[in-house]
């Protein structure tokens, strides 16, 4: 079976900036996207914010598994629409993964309910990520640890919700550390934060950060979605309860009434 991907690309710094482009002349998306095309068991495609409706229109969202979501400098013009058309897929069964500086993307902060913030430092440091889930499939076929030679740190805390599970912790040369591939599950949706991928590094073409990348895409792929009624909040009326009750007590809401949101 195939896991359709978005590879969602804020598309900003490849435009600006020689370095970036030097690195991902076809952008970090593209970068991104291509490796993943490699596996026969993923097809991967790209959307920018420049796209109409940032390339994430109902339809497109529709048939997509999975969407991987980088962002830096251009978070604020994502449009609100777009976000809770997101938020609402994931709800739903689709699998989200946040890379690197997106951990402030509107998309990524909604889900959490918090202010996702953290210490950086841009300095070209070495960066080593051990593996503390060993089992886990995101950390299939990788060593206990592996290194990036020039990244920007993270460092903790990191103010994210406790994750379900942490699968990568980060060493960085100036001392600091930071927890770099989390999970957490919103609805019926698998979520994956990774935190490599500062676009003055050529991160993405890095091939353990790609077997990550490869192995987290099926982990977050759920095959079975949610019905229609993963975000209704129904009343059930007192004849319907599955054992006999009477009606006690004062009330607010008329029967089969819509409840308040
Ligand atoms: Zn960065």
């Not at 690195?23 to 420049?50: F, K, R, V, W």
């Not at 950060?209 to 979605?225: E, F, I, P």
Request: with cysteine; hydrophobic share 35%; glycine share 10%.
């Amino acid at each position: 079976m195939t896991t359709k991907v978005i590879v969602w690309g804020e598309n900003v710094h490849e435009q600006k900036s020689e370095t970036v482009r030097g690195i991902y002349p076809s952008g970090m998306h593209g970068c991104i996207a291509s490796a993943l095309n490699d596996d026969p068991d993923i097809s991967a495609e790209t959307a920018i914010l420049q796209d109409p409706e940032h390339g994430l229109s109902a339809e497109r969202l529709d048939g997509t598994d999975v969407l991987i979501w980088w962002g830096h400098a251009a978070h604020g013009e994502v449009d609100d629409a777009v976000v809770e058309r997101v938020v609402e897929r994931v709800w739903h069964g689709m699998g989200l993964i946040v890379l690197h500086s997106a951990h402030f993307a509107k998309v990524f902060m909604r889900l959490m309910g918090s202010p996702c913030n953290l210490t950086w430092r841009e300095a070209g440091e070495r960066e080593r990520l051990w593996v503390t889930a060993p089992g886990h499939p995101i950390a299939a076929g990788l060593p206990d640890h592996f290194e990036l030679e020039n990244e920007e740190m993270y460092g903790e805390p990191f103010g994210v919700p406790e994750p379900l599970e942490t699968i990568f912790i980060s060493w960085f040369q100036g001392g600091e550390a930071f927890r770099s591939g989390l999970t957490y599950r919103r609805g019926a949706g698998n979520i994956f934060y990774f935190r490599p991928g500062h676009e003055t590094y050529p991160t993405y073409h890095d091939a353990n950060v790609q077997r990550v990348l490869k192995n987290a895409v099926k982990w977050a792929h759920s095959v079975r979605r949610a019905e229609g009624s993963a975000i209704d909040a129904p009343n059930r009326p007192v004849k319907e309860a599955l054992e006999p009750i009477e009606e006690r007590g004062p009330r607010l809401h008329k029967d089969g009434e819509e409840g308040l949101r």
